[in-house]
């Protein structure tokens, strides 16, 4: 298991500037070759229209792009929303569609190639099973009333399509989360249903209404425009933590790098010891900020002597405590704090005292704190800083 | 001067109105379909409930009108009358109001949504066309059904204000009728959800509501954070200041004043959050500076202050940290928040001036180490003397306008504590640092003279 949480994680991806003729000529020519394939698609099963088609088509391009940023977890695209919608025509025409608009996505896309194509493999599968879900339900709910059966072959189809897409994808273990953190899906599938609902709905002869789509849209953008503000403000939030962690080392009490490198072991030990995600967060927190109180005492310069660590930790302990959200922060930064959080802390500041950031040293540390006096710290965060040293993954950096 | 006794009669009015209207459709009329009516009404007393979303232009956007809009389709071959008046009476299960029996304003509520709807349905039969309706049919009709709606609504509730108030508050009618422009596409919204009820059935109405609350639902939790985020932060930076007396509690000044002339000068929701923020950290660099240089009393020499005039570096180096700062990060800087006369000032950010003027009227109107507070009125002049070279002109006429509309005063005997009692009465040097130039621009008071030294 590798740290999950740095502290600039949530960094928002700049959009790099784009050659913007030969993008429109790409998007140009991928867009007929879309529009060929639909077209295809619809010979081959003529049922709903070819707009309709094409505006499913559009919908998932676009909702592609726009992504619902959701805390600690990859982002979810608004597209998945679209394609729980679409489960309900036909499986040519759907496999068409999905597959245009997943290719003209990937070709205007500017990640590297591999990882554009691993994406849209993923999207692909993902919708694959969840139109195989909606297939089998359909099959088993033949006899129920008509609403029914479709709610409930669309329900099992999209939350087959989220899960499946979402492990594919990795990263942290989304099934480990309790259900209020699920709220984005439950707004993407809930918008998936309408969708699929509204299929043949107002103004439809035999596809999509064009009016269910302006519908459609506003509980979507809604839900994605709150979810974006709450994405900022924690990123800010975080980013500010990050960026007064820095004051101290440029006021030239901390080594540069100091908090940022203590911040990033915390998150390998607390992942290496199974600490729960909100003692991570303050954790965190609290490890960027071990020296803030250095600020408030008196200056070594003036004084001629520098304070002891206990000193800095209560005092930062003492501002932190003032705050309500950071409270729990200061709790563990508090010399007197002695749960794991609070020892973790410890030895990750005082390992990185020892090898300032040079990873050569990691070894030779760890052994030199177990060597300390016994109750210093705590043995079983000093065998998860052994198998984490080990394991070489503290980025190598020089001193 | 309010009419208690009037409006008490107006809402019972209202209600016994819609209610009567009620009895004599049923009379009249067939009855509507208990499934729709209970769906649509429990909706309908929800969005009442709710409260309203303010957008960032100020407009609050509640759901009530599409729902109302939707009732007129669903009911259009039932009862086209009765059903929307009914689901506006719903309007009367408001939580908050009923639990502390406010009965007057329920009754004013569920009588003019009933009587809008009934009013607005009535538009729509004599309006449309016999057979079904098409997407152009209903996007024709939509627009005089709500307009019908919105004027019935908005006299009701106007009567109410002016017998509530004794008074019509002009600047707040004009924005409630600009506001008013936003319930067209709600309306239509609301008549395509009427027909996709009628065509795909009930579920569609809480499939379309779940994801508008779940958003409902995560934005006060962004507003939640943010409010703590900034509570945090002020903490976090006052405690910081501590170190350092002679400042003690200027960044947050600095942050409220910048919000006042962001509000005057019309900054949007997100312009004036980080407006706030970047005041609020405009100095974070000064914690870098050793104390005795900023506790010294008196001029620096030119090497401390240089080594004082580096904490401006630092300043932007950790805003500029922040992607949402960046954009404001010169605000830390002296030499960005210059104004200088430009022919375009389309393009170039307001926000460093607004600091400078903020920072410049605390430094001014609070007690430091080389000298007392200056008065409220003796500061305006200074900023307004200054303004065209030092400061933005309309920064300066926008903090002056927003001190006096809320009354606030501050210079001597308006502070909160004053460390340094001993410090002498000198010049009007406008901002913190100008102070402490060694050969600084002459204090411009003549009366003051330069007592600093």
Redesign the interface.
């Known amino acids: 298991m590798t740290a999950t949480v740095r502290p600039d994680a949530g960094?928002?991806e700049r959009r790099r500037v784009r050659n913007g003729a030969r993008v429109g000529v790409r998007v140009g020519a991928v867009g007929m070759c879309g529009a060929a394939v639909v077209a295809a698609a619809t010979w081959v099963v003529p049922q709903p229209t070819v707009a309709t088609l094409a505006l499913l088509a559009t919908a998932i391009l676009v909702g592609e792009t726009l992504v619902i940023r959701v805390p600690e977890r990859p982002p979810l695209p608004l597209a998945t929303a679209v394609l729980i919608g679409a489960l309900r025509i036909p499986g040519m025409q759907l496999a068409g569609v999905v597959a245009a608009a997943l290719v003209v996505h990937a070709l205007c896309d500017d990640t590297p190639a591999r990882d554009r194509a691993t994406r849209a493999a993923r999207r692909a599968a993902a919708t694959a099973a969840g139109w195989v879900a909606f297939a089998a339900v359909q099959g088993v709910a033949g006899t129920w009333p008509d609403?029914l059966a479709v709610?409930a072959a669309l329900g099992a189809g999209g939350i087959v399509l989220i899960a499946v897409d979402e492990r594919l994808r990795g990263g942290p273990s989304a099934w480990r989360l309790g259900h209020r953190d699920r709220?984005?899906e439950?707004?993407?599938l809930?918008?998936g249903?309408?969708l699929g609902?509204?299929y043949?709905?107002?103004?439809a002869d035999n596809g999509i209404?064009?009016?269910?789509l302006?519908?459609f849209l506003?509980?979507?953008l809604?839900?994605w425009?709150?979810?974006d503000?709450?994405a900022?403000?924690?990123?800010?939030?975080r980013?500010?933590i990050?960026?007064?962690s820095?004051?101290p080392e440029?006021?030239?009490l901390a080594r540069p790098g100091h908090a940022q490198r203590v911040a990033e072991l915390c998150g390998a030990l607390a992942a290496e010891l199974d600490l729960p995600q909100d003692r991570i967060q303050y954790l965190e927190a609290a490890a960027l900020l071990h020296h803030?109180g250095h600020?408030?005492l008196?200056?070594p310069?003036?004084s001629g002597r520098a304070p002891l660590p206990a000193e800095v930790a209560a005092k930062g302990a003492e501002?932190?405590r003032?705050?309500?959200?950071?409270r729990p922060a200061g709790d563990l930064l508090a010399p007197d704090a002695d749960d794991v959080a609070a020892q973790v802390l410890r030895v990750a500041s005082a390992f990185d005292e020892l090898t300032t950031g040079d990873a050569s040293l990691g070894p030779v540390a760890v052994e030199a704190l177990r060597s300390g006096p016994g109750y210093l710290y705590d043995p079983l965060v000093l065998d998860a800083l052994d198998r984490v040293v080990r394991r070489g993954e503290l980025r190598r950096r020089g001193a | 001067m309010a009419r208690p006794a009037l409006l008490t009669a107006y809402c019972l009015t209202l209600a016994i109105a819609a209610a009567a209207t009620a009895v004599v459709v049923a009379w009249r009329g067939p009855a509507p379909q208990p499934v729709p009516l209970l769906i649509l009404g429990a909706l309908f007393a929800m969005a009442g409930n709710l409260d309203r979303v303010t957008s960032s232009r100020g407009f609050s956007v509640s759901a009530s009108p599409m729902l109302g809009m939707a009732a007129v389709v669903v009911f259009h071959d039932t009862a086209p009358l009765l059903g929307p008046l009914l689901v506006g009476l719903f309007d009367v299960l408001d939580v908050t109001h009923l639990r502390r029996f406010e009965w007057r304003k329920l009754a004013f509520n569920a009588g003019n949504f009933g009587l809008s709807l009934l009013a607005a349905a009535a538009t729509f039969e004599v309006l449309a066309p016999a057979g079904p309706l098409g997407p152009t049919e209903m996007a024709a009709l939509a627009l005089p059904t709500v307009v019908v709606f919105s004027v019935i609504n908005l006299s009701l509730v106007i009567v109410v204000t002016w017998l509530a108030d004794g008074g019509i508050d002009h600047r707040e009618l004009r924005r409630d009728l600009l506001g008013e422009a936003h319930v067209f596409p709600f309306a239509l919204l609301g008549f395509c959800l009427g027909r996709l009820y009628l065509d795909a059935g009930p579920v569609v109405a809480p499939l379309f509501i779940a994801p508008i609350l779940i958003a409902r639902q995560t934005f006060n939790a962004y507003v939640a954070i943010q409010d703590s985020h900034e509570a945090a932060l002020r903490i976090l930076i006052g405690a910081l200041e501590a170190k350092d007396r002679y400042t003690a509690g200027h960044a947050e000044r600095v942050a409220r004043y910048a919000g006042y002339i962001g509000e005057e000068l019309g900054l949007g929701v997100r312009r004036l959050e980080r407006l706030r923020l970047a005041a609020l950290m405009h100095d974070v660099g000064k914690l870098v500076v050793p104390n005795h240089l900023l506790n010294k009393p008196g001029k620096l020499t030119p090497d401390e202050f240089a080594e004082v005039r580096r904490h401006e570096d630092v300043s932007v180096e950790i805003l500029r940290r922040i992607d949402f700062l960046a954009p404001v990060a010169p605000s830390a800087t002296s030499e960005a928040s210059r104004f200088e006369p430009v022919a375009d000032e389309r393009g170039q950010p307001i926000e460093p001036h607004i600091v400078a003027v903020a920072d410049a009227y605390d430094a001014m109107t609070s007690t430091r180490s080389y000298r007392r507070a200056l008065p409220q009125q003796e500061a305006f002049r200074e900023l307004r003397r200054n303004a065209g070279r030092q400061f933005h002109p309309r920064v300066v006429d926008a903090l002056i306008a927003a001190l006096r509309r809320r009354g606030e005063v501050h210079g001597p005997g308006y502070e909160e504590h004053v460390y340094h009692q001993d410090a002498p009465v000198t010049g009007t040097g406008s901002a913190g640092l100008g102070d402490l130039l060694p050969d600084g621009p002459a204090p411009a008071a003549p009366a003051a003279g330069t007592a600093g030294a």
């Open positions: 960094r928002p609403d709610l709220a984005a439950l707004a993407l809930s918008s249903l309408f609902f509204g043949r709905g107002v103004g209404g064009a009016w269910v302006p519908l506003v509980p979507l809604s839900a425009y709150a979810f503000r709450l900022t403000i924690r990123i800010t939030y980013q500010t990050a960026a007064l820095a004051v440029l006021a030239g803030l600020l408030c008196p200056d310069r003036e501002i932190l003032q705050t309500e959200p950071l």
